[in-house]
C-alpha cells in the first residue's frame, strides 16, 4: 500500500477541527452513498436501509394481523354471528397467529438489533450487509406468499402451531399447510441470518475500548437472544421444513402412527422451538426498557450486572420449559413437576429486571415522556400476564384451562405487555434516530392511553371467559352459554386498540414528514447512537468511536475519543478482537449488489416450488448457482487493493 | 454533536487476516453451528422413533449396507488432506500450489457427493416405507445438501482461481472452504455411526 492511499497519519491526541471532519465526511460520502433511484433501492446493503424496510414491513404486518383481529373480533361480539363462516375463520386465526408470531414479534425485534446494534458498537456496518439484505427479501418472498395465498382462499387454516395428524397430509389435504410449512422456513432462514450477523457484529465489529462488560444492555439483549435464534430455529426448521414438509410432498412417515411414526414428536420439537421463541420477542423489548429508564431517571441504571445474568438466565431457562405447553398429552410426572418448576423458576430473572427499573426509577428523577410511559404501561400489564403464566405453569390448572380464552387472554398479556408496549416505547425513543424528527408528544400519550385501555379491556375478560369455559379457536358460540356479555366488551377493547393504532400511524406519518427536527442526540441520551447526526450518513461514524465507559456520551464531558486511519477510497470497517475490543484488521465492506434478491427469489422458487414439484426445487437450486458465483465475481471485481497481508501470521500458522 | 479528539491511528493494521480474527471464519461457524444443530435435532428424533418399535430397523426391513458407506467414509478422511494442503498454500499465498490442491480437492468432493447416491440406497429402504426410513433418509439427505454446498464452494473457487488473479481475501476464503469441509467430515461421523453401524447393535 503506498502512503498516498492511507491517511495521512495525525499525531496522537489531536483534536479534530469541524473542517477536518466535513472534508473526511466528504470523501466518505463519495465511496459510501449507495446507487441512486430504484436500483439503489433494489440493490442496498446498507444495515440501516435494510432495518427500516424491515421496520416497515413488520409494521405492515402487525397492521395485517391486527385487522385479521378486528375480523375475528367483530365474528365473536355476539352469538352465532355470521360475519366469518368457520372455514375463513379457521384460516383468519392461523393467518392471524402466524403474522403476529412469524412475520411481526420476531423480526421486527431482529430489525431493531439490525438497525440499532452497528450504530450502538461504534461500527460502520454490520458483519455481513449482503447476506443481511438477502435476509430481507427472503423474509419478504414470506410476506407476500402468505398473503397471496390467504386472498386465494388457500390461507393455512390448522393453527399457529399447526398440530399433526391435523395438518397432516390424511386431514389437511391440498396446499394449505404446505403455505405453512414453507413460510416458516422463509421465516427461521431471515431470523438465523439476521442472528449470525448480530453475533458477529458485536463479537468483531465493537468500537476500540467497547470490552464485554461496557457492552450497551440494548445489544446484550440482542446477543442472547441471537443465540437463542441460532438454537431455536433449527428445530422448527427440522419440523416444519423437513419432517411435516416431507410427510406432506413426499409420503415419509415422520408423523404417521400407522408407519411407526409420533405425533407427540411435532409437539416436542415444535415447542423446543416455539417457547424460545416467546423469550426471542421478550428480551429484545426489555433490552428497549433500560436505555429508555436510564435516559428519563436520569440515572445510570441500578443492578447492570445482575440485568445481564438475568438475560442469560432467562434464554438458559427457556429452553427447559417446552413440554408445559404438554401438559395435557401423556407425559410422565416426574417430567410434569421438572417442567412445573422450570416454568415457575424462569419468572426470578424477569423479576429481577423489573426490580432493577423500579430501583433506577426511584433513585432517578423521572420524567415521564411517552416511551417511559409505555415502559410503565409494560410493567402493569406485563406483571398480569406474568401471574397467569405461574398460574397455568401448574399442571392441575392447566389441564382445566387448557385450550380456553385463559390461554389466549395470558399470552396477549405478555406478548403485547411483555413485547408491544416496550417495542412501542422504543419507536417514539429512537424514531427521532431513524427519521431525524422528533414524534408528537400529545398524540403519543393519546396512543399510550388508547393502547393500555384497549389491551386491558380486551383481553382480561377472556380470563373470565377461559374459566368460564370458553374454548379457544372456535367461530362461535350460542347464546345460552352466557359469554356474550364479555365477548362484546372485548370486541370493544379490540376497537380501542385499534384506534390506538390509527393515532400512532398518523403520528408517525405526520411526524416523519414535518415534525420537530431532532438533532443528534434530542433526549440527551448516553449510547454511541447518539453520538452520530440523526438519521446517520450511509457510513455511521466519519471517525470509529473510542469507548471508554458504559455512557461514553455521558462520562466524555469535553471530547470524544476516535481513532483515524481508515481509508476514505474504499468502504473500510475496523475489526476488533473478541473480548477486549482491540483494534485488529481493517476489513473491506462489499458494494450494494442485486445478488441477494436474486438469491432471495431463487430461494422463493426453491421452496414455493417444492410444494408442487420436486423439479422446481432442482431448477431453483440450478438458478441458485450463478447467484452464488455472481456474489464472489462482485467481490473479486469491486475490490480495490492493494491489500495489506499481515504476512507474520500467515507465516507463523504454516510454519 | 461533541468534537472529536484523535486517539490513535489503524492505518498499519492489515487488510487481510486468517482464521478466528477473519469475519468470514465467523459466519463459517455460524453455519457450522445452525447444521450441526440441525442435524442432532433430527439425530435426537431418529433416536425418539426408536422408541416406538420392537426391533430397530422394524421388521422385515434389512439393516443398511456397510461397504460403500465405509468406503465413503474412508474417502472423506482422504479428503482432509488436500483440504489441508489448500489452506496452508493459501496461508503462504502460494497461488500454484493453491490451484493444484484445489483441483485435487474438488475432484475429491465430487467423488464423495457421487457415492452418496448408492450410499442412501445402501440405507436398504426407502423413504416412504416407514416412520425408520423417513428418519434416517432426512438424517443423511440433509447431509448431502452440506456436501451439494461443498461442491459448490470448492468448484467455484477453483474456477476463480483459474480465471484471473484474485485479492488476497480470496485465499482467506480457500482457508475458509477447508475449515467447513472439516466440519462435513467431523459431522458425518457420529451420522454413520448412528444410521448405518447403529441398527446393528440397538
Known amino acids: 500500500m503506498t502512503s498516498s492511499q492511507r491517511e495521512p497519519m495525525l499525531p496522537a491526541e489531536t483534536t479534530l477541527s469541524e473542517e477536518e471532519v466535513a472534508r473526511e465526511a466528504a470523501a466518505l460520502d463519495r465511496v459510501w452513498a449507495g446507487r441512486p433511484g430504484f436500483w439503489g433501492w433494489l440493490t442496498a446493503v446498507d444495515h440501516k436501509s435494510i432495518g427500516k424496510r424491515y421496520l416497515v414491513t413488520t409494521f405492515a404486518m402487525f397492521l395485517a394481523g391486527g385487522i385479521l383481529a378486528a375480523f375475528m373480533r367483530t365474528q365473536l361480539m355476539r352469538p352465532e354471528n355470521t360475519v366469518l363462516g368457520p372455514d375463513r375463520y379457521n384460516q383468519v386465526f392461523t393467518v392471524h397467529g402466524t403474522t403476529m408470531m412469524f412475520l411481526f414479534a420476531v423480526p421486527v425485534m431482529t430489525a431493531m438489533g439490525i438497525y440499532f446494534v452497528p450504530l450502538m458498537v461504534g461500527a460502520r456496518n454490520i458483519a455481513f450487509p449482503r447476506a443481511n439484505a438477502f435476509g430481507y427479501w427472503t423474509y419478504f418472498v414470506g410476506v407476500v406468499f402468505l398473503y397471496v395465498s390467504l386472498i386465494a382462499n388457500t390461507g393455512p387454516d390448522t393453527g399457529w402451531f399447526a398440530y399433526v395428524p391435523l395438518s397432516g397430509p390424511q386431514y389437511s389435504p391440498g396446499h394449505r399447510v404446505d403455505v405453512w410449512a414453507q413460510l416458516v422456513t422463509f421465516t427461521e432462514i431471515a431470523a438465523l441470518i439476521a442472528a449470525v450477523n448480530v453475533i458477529v457484529t458485536v463479537f468483531k465489529l465493537r468500537s476500540p475500548g467497547m470490552s464485554l462488560n461496557r457492552l450497551p444492555l440494548f445489544v446484550w439483549a440482542q446477543l442472547v437472544v441471537s443465540f437463542m435464534i441460532v438454537f431455536a430455529m433449527p428445530a422448527v426448521a427440522a419440523g416444519s421444513t423437513l419432517m411435516l414438509g416431507l410427510d406432506r410432498t413426499v409420503n415419509s412417515h415422520w408423523f404417521n402412527p400407522a408407519e411407526g411414526g409420533d405425533a407427540l414428536l411435532w409437539q416436542h420439537i415444535f415447542w423446543f422451538f416455539g417457547h424460545p421463541e416467546v423469550y426471542i420477542i421478550f428480551l429484545p423489548a426489555l433490552g428497549f426498557i433500560t436505555p429508555i429508564v436510564e435516559t428519563f431517571a436520569r440515572r445510570k441504571v441500578f443492578g447492570y450486572t445482575a440485568l445481564v445474568m438475568s438475560n442469560i438466565t432467562t434464554a438458559f431457562f427457556a429452553f427447559g420449559l417446552w413440554v408445559h405447553h404438554m401438559f395435557a398429552t401423556p407425559i410422565p410426572e416426574l417430567g410434569q413437576s421438572l417442567f412445573t418448576a422450570a416454568s415457575m423458576v424462569i419468572a426470578i430473572p424477569t423479576g429481577v429486571q423489573i426490580f432493577c427499573w423500579l430501583a433506577t426509577l426511584w433513585a432517578g428523577r423521572a420524567e415521564l415522556r411517552v416511551p417511559l410511559l409505555f415502559v410503565l404501561g409494560f410493567i402493569f400489564t406485563f406483571v398480569i400476564g406474568g401471574i397467569s403464566g405461574v398460574m397455568l405453569a401448574s399442571v392441575a390448572f392447566d389441564k382445566q384451562a387448557h385450550d380456553t380464552f385463559f390461554v389466549v387472554a395470558h399470552l396477549h398479556y405478555v406478548l403485547l405487555g411483555g413485547g408491544v408496549m416496550p417495542l412501542f416505547g422504543a419507536f417514539y425513543f429512537w424514531f427521532p434516530k431513524i427519521t431525524g424528527r422528533m414524534l408528537d408528544e400529545t398524540l403519543g400519550k393519546l396512543h399510550f392511553w388508547l393502547f393500555v385501555i384497549g389491551v386491558n379491556v380486551t383481553f382480561f375478560p377472556m380470563h373470565v371467559l377461559g374459566l368460564e369455559g370458553m374454548p379457544r379457536r372456535v367461530y362461535t358460540y350460542l347464546a345460552s352459554t352466557g359469554w356474550g356479555s364479555l365477548n362484546l366488551v372485548a370486541t370493544l377493547g379490540a376497537y380501542t386498540i385499534a384506534l390506538s393504532v390509527i393515532v400512532f400511524l398518523v403520528n408517525a406519518i405526520r411526524s416523519w414528514w414535518g415534525g420537530e427536527v431532532a438533532g443528534a442526540n434530542p433526549w440527551n441520551s448516553s449510547g454511541l447512537e447518539w453520538a452520530t447526526t440523526s438519521p446517520p450518513p450511509p457510513y455511521n461514524f466519519v471517525h470509529v468511536p473510542v469507548t471508554t465507559s458504559r455512557h461514553p456520551l455521558w462520562d466524555t464531558t469535553v471530547e470524544l475519543p476516535v481513532l483515524s486511519g481508515l481509508r476514505t477510497d474504499r468502504r473500510e470497517v475496523l475489526v476488533t478482537t473478541t473480548f477486549d475490543a482491540r483494534p485488529d484488521y481493517r476489513h473491506e465492506d462489499p458494494a450494494p449488489s442485486i445478488w441477494p434478491l436474486y438469491l432471495a427469489l431463487c430461494m422463493g422458487l426453491t421452496f414455493i416450488g417444492g410444494i408442487f414439484s420436486p423439479y422446481l426445487v432442482v431448477v431453483g437450486l440450478a438458478l441458485t448457482l450463478p447467484g452464488l458465483f455472481g456474489l464472489a465475481w462482485q467481490s473479486i471485481t469491486n475490490h480495490r487493493g492493494p491489500d495489506h497481508v499481515d504476512a507474520p501470521q500467515a507465516l507463523a500458522e504454516t510454519a | ?202
Open chain 2, 1 to 202: 454533536m461533541k468534537p472529536l479528539r484523535v486517539a490513535g491511528n489503524v492505518a498499519e493494521l492489515p487488510s487481510t487476516v486468517f482464521g478466528a480474527r477473519s469475519l468470514m471464519w465467523w459466519a463459517t461457524l455460524g453455519m457450522m453451528v445452525i447444521e450441526g444443530w440441525t442435524l442432532a435435532l433430527l439425530v435426537v428424533s431418529y433416536l425418539y422413533l426408536r422408541q416406538d418399535f420392537a426391533s430397530w430397523p422394524p421388521l422385515r426391513t434389512p439393516h443398511p449396507s456397510l461397504v460403500v458407506p465405509t468406503t465413503n467414509l474412508v474417502l472423506m478422511f482422504v479428503s482432509c488432506v488436500p483440504a489441508y494442503m489448500s489452506a496452508r498454500s493459501a496461508k503462504q499465498f502460494d497461488t500454484v500450489r493453491v490451484r493444484r490442491w484445489l483441483v485435487v480437492f474438488s475432484i475429491i468432493v465430487v467423488a464423495i457427493t457421487v457415492v452418496r447416491w448408492w450410499e442412501l440406497w445402501a440405507l436398504n429402504t426407502r423413504w416412504d416405507t416407514n416412520a425408520y426410513g423417513s428418519a434416517a433418509w432426512t438424517i443423511v439427505g440433509l447431509h448431502t445438501t452440506l456436501l451439494a454446498l461443498d461442491v459448490a464452494d470448492t468448484v467455484g473457487l477453483t474456477l476463480l482461481f483459474f480465471i484471473r488473479e484474485l485479492p488476497a481475501k480470496m485465499y482467506t476464503d480457500t482457508n475458509d472452504n477447508s475449515f467447513y469441509w472439516y466440519f462435513s467430515v467431523a459431522v458425518w461421523i457420529p451420522i454413520y455411526l448412528i444410521v448405518y453401524v447403529g441398527p446393528r447393535i440397538f
